[in-house]
């Protein structure tokens, strides 16, 4: 995937969650001020912190996506891995701001003074928690089709605003029923699957930003592949490491020690730019050419 085509699916995902976290935010908002749902307000607020994430998300793809100039050689894609650490952050602060308001209303007895909410309560917590769960879905499947983090993690956060949503879905019920304090244990337990996000993001984010080879099944193929090219004998090393959401290989191949300077070259570059066609996340691959001999293959 090129930065140019992520950059395309970036921007149309961005605008559309924007779009849906804005209009949720206002239903969310005016649905807890006269359905009596102080849950209600809140999750609003969560929504509202959606849009920020997001344009954090297409600042991040847009600097990633910058072509290499003298001070960063390599490219800037690890700039999408900041990105996703942020995110990653905020959605922590998210998760702990959920998990203290619960022990907080559960210790001093706070959920005792929530007023009865109306069912219009009811009703906008359910269709946020359909509407984010779609949001959670279009943009996690984008992220996984672009390898994105920054995406990923934008993902993560739709399904916090929906497990938010369980919550003001589980205390506006509660409050109906008179069990007020359900809505704050909601809290707690919502907030250990946040946590959760948070950290799994952050630790996906520092692997591609520590130059983590690839999984053992993209390296295979990768082998697979150069040793099925004309005039390589053998693969004596395979390197590999992510950077960002692309991927650079070193490679040692083995040609016959009689070929000619030229010869072994055109093997190299016959290697290299079928790598490059073959595997859409491969920014570059150096190939390096060791002489092969018969000698060699009796041994």
Same mark, same amino acid.
């Given at each position: ?52 994430? *997001? ?8 600097? &990633? !996506?910058? @072509? /290499? #100039?003298?001070? %960063? ?65 279009? *943009? ?8 994105? &983090? !920054?995406? @990923? /993690? #934008?993902?993560? %956060? ?142």
């Amino acid at each position: 995937m090129q930065s140019y085509d992520l950059q395309k699916v970036a921007l149309k995902v961005s605008i559309t969650t924007i779009i849906m976290n804005a209009a949720l935010t206002v239903f969310k908002l005016l649905a807890g001020i006269f359905g009596k749902s102080y849950a209600l307000i809140s999750d609003a607020i969560h929504s509202a912190s959606d849009v920020f994430s *997001t344009i954090i998300v297409l600042i991040g793809i847009k600097v &990633s !996506a910058k @072509k /290499a #100039d003298k001070n %960063h050689q390599f490219g800037h894609e690890r700039f999408e891995c900041v990105a996703a650490i942020l995110l990653a952050a905020v959605l922590f602060a998210t998760g702990v701001g959920i998990g203290y308001s619960g022990i907080d209303n559960i210790i001093t007895g706070a959920y005792n003074n929530f007023e009865v909410p109306h069912i219009i309560a009811l009703v906008a917590a359910a269709v946020s928690i359909v509407v984010k769960e779609a949001m959670f879905w279009y *943009t996690y499947v984008a992220a996984k089709r672009v390898n994105s &983090s !920054a995406l @990923k /993690a #934008d993902a993560w %956060h739709h399904r916090s605003d929906s497990l938010s949503s369980i919550g003001s879905l589980v205390g506006v019920i509660g409050g109906l029923c008179g069990v007020k304090i359900l809505d704050s244990i909601a809290c707690i337990v919502i907030c250990l699957f946040i946590l959760k996000a948070a950290v799994d993001i952050f630790i996906d984010a520092i692997k591609k930003m520590t130059d983590e080879a690839c999984d053992e099944k993209t390296q295979n193929e990768i082998k697979e592949f150069i040793e099925s090219c004309k005039g390589v004998r053998r693969v004596d090393n395979l390197l590999t490491r992510k950077f960002g959401n692309r991927i650079y290989v070193i490679v040692e191949i083995a040609c016959d020690a009689e070929l000619s300077l030229t010869e072994a070259h055109n093997i190299a570059e016959e290697v290299h730019e079928g790598i490059e066609q073959q595997f859409t996340a491969v920014k570059h691959i150096t190939v390096h050419v060791n002489p092969y001999t018969a000698t060699e293959s009796k041994e």
